[in-house]
């Protein structure tokens, strides 16, 4: 679980935010362009949103929407023990991840997975508007969108 102390704004202070964003992989322009958020900030954000304002990659925008849940749901940030424990969100690579979608016997758009490098976390980073928007009037990608985020819900309890 988080420590008492609040993450900061502007890489100032013991515990700067973008401590966090580095550790889940963000790239140096990215956290400089977030670096106005404090933790309160973060949390309260739409941070899909945000990212678009701000011209960040989908794919960091995706792995910031699950880091933002996680952490909403469980206190936590993403971490090995609930990669361990969801089988979606231990698939770390988009090769990986499309074996599970094959696996599980559901459709969706393996090439735009690997282009767009979409691994588990940020597939469970997705919401219901990125589906509509990327893929508009695919029932097939959002019924495989939901049935994965079911199983990592599953995981989180």
Not at 103 to 118: A, G, L, N, T
Request: glycine share 4%; net charge negative; hydrophobic share 35%.
């Amino acid at each position: 679980l988080l420590s008492d102390d609040e993450f900061t704004s502007h890489c100032s202070g013991d515990v700067p935010l973008s401590l966090v964003f580095n550790a889940i992989g963000l790239s140096e322009q990215s956290i400089k362009k977030l670096e106005h958020l404090d933790e309160f900030e973060f949390l309260e954000t739409i941070i899909t949103t945000e990212c678009k304002n701000l011209d960040i990659p989908l794919g960091e925008q995706l792995e910031l929407s699950y880091c933002q849940k996680l952490w909403n749901e469980q206190g936590v940030f993403p971490n090995r023990a609930h990669e361990e424990n969801c089988v979606v969100c231990d698939h770390s690579t988009p090769e990986m991840l499309c074996h599970l979608i094959v696996e599980h016997e559901k459709p969706f758009d393996m090439e735009w997975m690997k282009k767009e490098k979409i691994t588990g976390r940020r597939f469970m980073g997705m919401t219901i508007s990125n589906i509509r928007e990327i893929f508009p009037n695919n029932n097939e990608m959002k019924s495989t969108w939901m049935y994965f985020q079911k199983i990592h819900k599953k995981a989180i309890l």
